[in-house]
């Protein structure tokens, strides 16, 4: 019963999950606008979501060592395979790439997206509690 549940609601774990990464990959550009020769990131969401869907979970990265005598771990921080470096619109004389609409855009509508990702996460859990109780 609870692998039918886990198979239910995995695409909007794997979703919200890759969605919040992206929240902060965009916040990091906007926070770094004035920082000369910084190179604004972003990754392809729908890669990234069929990438993770296929594999069953949102993968770990694993921490790279330099020497033997380091402690074997990994980071449940990023679940991002490749993060791209955009290309800018117009080139800046500082070297920076940042482009504060577009990344206001892509934030507000990540945002947003994210937003609709929890109301149909709570519909979809609000219909199964339903199913659920008996009447």
């Not at 999950?17 to 990754?43: G, H, K, W």
């Amino acid at each position: 019963m609870i692998d039918k549940l886990d198979n239910e609601l995995r695409f909007a774990q794997d979703a919200m999950s890759l969605r919040a990464e992206r929240q902060q990959v965009l916040a990091n550009n906007i926070a770094n606008a004035d920082t000369p020769n910084y190179r604004a990131r972003d990754f392809d969401f729908a890669s990234e979501l069929a990438s993770s869907l296929s594999q069953g979970r949102v993968r770990n990265m694993a921490l790279a060592t330099t020497s033997d005598r380091h402690l074997r771990a990994s980071s449940a921080g990023s679940s991002v395979h490749e993060l791209l470096y955009r290309v800018p619109d117009q080139p800046s004389l500082d070297g920076n790439t940042v482009d504060m609409d577009r990344e206001r855009a892509q934030f507000a509508d990540n945002s947003v997206r994210y937003q609709a990702s929890l109301t149909f996460l709570n519909n979809r859990l609000q219909s199964l509690k339903n199913a659920m109780q008996s009447e």
